[in-house]
């Protein structure tokens, strides 16, 4: 049966504005916008924030500027707007960010949640106090992964005697980080003679960097230089740099502050040369993946020549 009263004329949004309900809309560069109360249109040219408001400003086809308190009262293409802050920049950094610390800092993925897993036989042995605290900020969230403790050397000197006390095996391997590993120097001989303990050579690997200092491993350019400084023999590379650079070298306490304020500049891998990292990578590969049985002592200690 047909409705003789025909519809419900109050049904529906019967109040809605004859040019429709204003929808929000970001006041993007470049957004063509018409203030109604002003009739000035223009595109907006920057958002700004003054005493808690947010203000759109507008330039017009003659090039004239003029603000406006962003909110209801605009006009897009003929319809009714709300300009709000446009969040798309943010929100694109944000998910930089995100993604960021989704890795850790030399690069891998990160575990969320992962607990550090019980410490496995293997070790990864450096010379001292700077090196080791330089692999703990960039591998260290790896190495908990793996279960591999870092441990000092406090020199090489004696390298052999080392291998001896830990005698490494399949389950318990041994990667060693030596600074200024280059031919002809004392410490190249002392891994010569490390080759040298029998029974353990499958089970070690020693690699290393042709720097002076692990402190040249990070990059110059993170402290402002173009290259690290050549100091003069007979002057103490480290007091020489604090020198050169205008930091305090009178006590071991000044030196110490120089390499935080220098470890305070790496942020990942990329702020390290890439014979450290090749040499790191290399080393925590050695004493984590699974030895293969056919593996012959071509997978020995190497001395690698920068």
Known sequence: MADR??????????????????????????????DVESGWVGAVVRVEK???????????????????????GFWVDGRP?????????????????????????????????????????????????????LVEKVWGDDLRIEGVVVEMLDGVDDLAAVIKDLAPDRDRRMGVLVDHLVPG??????????RRVPGYSRFVKVLGHPYVDVWQSVRPERLGLEQWPVIPRGTSWKHGICAHLGWPHRSQADIARAWKQILGTVRTYADLEPTLLASVEELIDFV??????????????????G
Request: proline fraction near 4%; avoid cysteine; hydrophobic fraction near 35%.
């Open 81 to 133: 707007v709300t300009l709000v802050p446009d969040k798309s920049g943010s929100n694109a950094r944000l998910a930089e960010a995100r993604q960021a610390s989704s890795r850790t800092a030399s690069g891998s993925v990160a575990v969320a949640g992962a607990p550090a897993r019980v410490a496995t036989g293997s070790r990864i042995f450096v010379e001292g106090r700077h090196d080791a605290e």
């Open 288 to 305: 984590t993946v699974p030895l293969d049985d056919d593996q012959h002592a071509s997978g020995q200690q190497e001395v690698t020549r």
């Open 185 to 194: 120097t004392k410490e190249a001989r002392i891994v010569e003679e490390a």
């Open 50 to 72: 003054a005493g808690g408001v947010h203000v759109v400003h507008l330039e017009d086809r003659k090039g004239r500027t003029r603000g406006f308190e962003m909110g209801p």
């Open 5 to 34: 009263y025909g519809t419900d004329v109050l049904s529906g949004d019967w109040k809605a504005p004859r040019r429709g309900r204003s929808e929000a809309v970001p006041a993007t560069r470049g957004l063509v916008v018409e």
